[in-house]
């Protein structure tokens, strides 16, 4: 009698080995390009700040969590955009690379490394989580987590 758990994890292995590694992807390319320009635009608002610019790219209702000092705070995207639209005169700048990007259907997660400059000049660093849903064709940042440290590579 054949061990109906082996058959299944044969099979499952079969349909791995012949199945075409595109046809495994996790989103197409275009998706994660929307994804990330999603993230993009509001750092762009940040920078700018631009409270309308950053309120352009979250979902009504989503929130932020923050890590500062291991204390989480927790702001409603208004409080958020009013945070980061603050008058000032320095420039400051977030930047993200090698990020992680999953999609599935109409959800999606980014887990990427930071370092924000004020200045031109790293002033910390840490992890950016955002999940987004997309509605209505255009992806929109549902929820933010970051935390925040300052023994940053390139820290002076």
Known sequence: MVNSRMFACTLAALIWA???????ATA????EKAVLASLQALFDGLAKRDKAAVLAQLL???????????????????????????????????????PLIRIDDNIAIV?????FLIDGKVDHCGQ?????????????????????????????
């Open 18 to 24: 012949v199945t075409p590694p595109a046809a495994i």
């Open 28 to 31: 197409p390319a275009a998706d």
């Open 60 to 98: 009504p209702g989503g929130n932020a969590t923050l890590m500062r000092d291991g204390k989480p705070v927790q702001l409603s995207f208004e409080a958020l955009a009013d945070r980061l639209s603050q008058p000032g005169t320095a420039t400051r700048e977030e930047r993200i690379h090698d």
């Open 111 to 115: 887990w990427a490394p930071f370092e």
């Open 128 to 156: 950016d989580s955002a999940q987004l849903v997309r509605v209505n064709g255009r992806w929109l940042i549902a929820s933010l987590g970051d935390n925040n440290r300052t023994d940053c590579p390139g820290k002076k």
